[in-house]
């Protein structure tokens, strides 16, 4: 990006409204130009390689491709494209999974208008973003919590991707293709995580998530 130029933006969220409301506050800065816009996160990752955008804003929940297999897969592939990851959740293990992947920011949805061009103006300048309302503490703390504190701790990092969308409604084989994965290797970490969590069905694991404020529909309500 030159002195002069602005810096392009995709935006990849679901909701069609939000997208709108961030490409307005990216215009309106007049430091950002939004040059695509998506609502699936396997399109969002075509554009990303066919435009190299500057930046790619990406709802951790939106569908098609899983954000943080998006955000990897960038990293992989080598794309200079900066990634922002949008989330109503922000436990200790979704923030660390998506910063573990290769994001350069990590805001959130219930946060002000200001925390996301805040977000983009660090990663523009090569730094890294975390939603002030994010406990760092928590976080980064160098004591990992134990399994008697918080069994999510015991999931490995695919297991809590399985864990994630599964408490948010989407059935085994869309998991196994927003995971890139096969549905019986899905199968497979499922089986494992409700052994580690020693509970035997999905709504048992909704209402553990609940009970941890981990489900983004209870977030948004």
């Not at 810096?7 to 490409?23: P, W």
């Not at 390689?49 to 990897?72: T, W």
């Not at 991707?161 to 995971?179: D, H, N, T």
Request: proline residues 4%; hydrophobic residues 45%.
């Amino acid at each position: 990006m030159t002195l002069m130029s602005k810096a392009t933006v995709l935006l990849a969220d679901e909701a069609s409204l939000l997208r709108e409301g961030m490409a307005a506050l990216c215009e309106r800065t007049g430091l950002y130009e939004v040059v695509a816009q998506c609502q699936d996160g396997e399109e969002a990752l075509h554009l990303i390689e066919r435009i190299r955008p500057d930046v790619a804003v990406v709802d951790l929940s939106i569908g098609g491709l899983y954000a943080i297999e998006l955000v990897s897969k960038c990293r992989q592939k080598e794309f200079p494209t900066r990634l922002v990851l949008l989330a109503h959740r922000q436990d200790r293990k979704t923030v660390v999974e998506g910063l573990r992947c290769g994001a350069h920011a990590f805001v959130l949805k219930s946060g002000p208008a200001a925390h996301f061009l805040d977000a983009l103006d660090h990663v523009m300048k090569g730094g890294i973003y975390i939603s002030p309302h994010v406990q760092l503490e928590q976080v980064f703390s160098a004591r990992v919590p134990a399994p008697s504190d918080d069994p999510v701790a015991m999931l490995s990092a695919r297991e809590y991707q399985v864990f994630s969308m599964l408490i948010e409604g989407v059935r085994a084989k869309e998991i196994a293709a927003r995971l890139d994965l096969s549905p019986k290797t899905v199968d497979t970490y499922r089986a494992s995580l409700m052994r580690k969590l020693d509970i035997h069905d999905v709504a048992g694991l909704v209402k553990f998530a609940i009970g941890r404020n981990l489900t983004s529909a209870q977030l948004k309500a």
